[in-house]
C-alpha cells in the first residue's frame, strides 16, 4: 500500500513515524528516570563512582 504513495506522501509518512518513534524514546526514558528516582527515594538505590557502574555493566 505504501509503494502506491507518491514520493511525497512516502516521505511525509517517513517524518511522521520518526517523530513519533522519537515521542515514544522520550516516553520510555521519562518512565524509566520517574522509577529510579521512586527506587532512591525508597532507600532501593545508593550513588556508585562511573568505574564501578562500568564494572556492573560489562559484567
Known amino acids: ?14 517524518e511522521v513515524m520518526r517523530r513519533r518513534n522519537s515521542e ?9 528516570v520517574r522509577s529510579a528516582r521512586q527506587e532512591h527515594r525508597r532507600g532501593k ?5 562511573p568505574e ?3 564494572r556492573k555493566v560489562l559484567g
Do not use: G
Open 1 to 14: 500500500m505504501i509503494d502506491r504513495l507518491p514520493l511525497e506522501q512516502r516521505e511525509s509518512l517517513v
Open 24 to 32: 515514544d524514546a522520550r516516553k520510555r526514558i521519562a518512565a524509566s
Open 45 to 49: 538505590s545508593r550513588p556508585v563512582s
Open 52 to 54: 564501578e557502574l562500568m
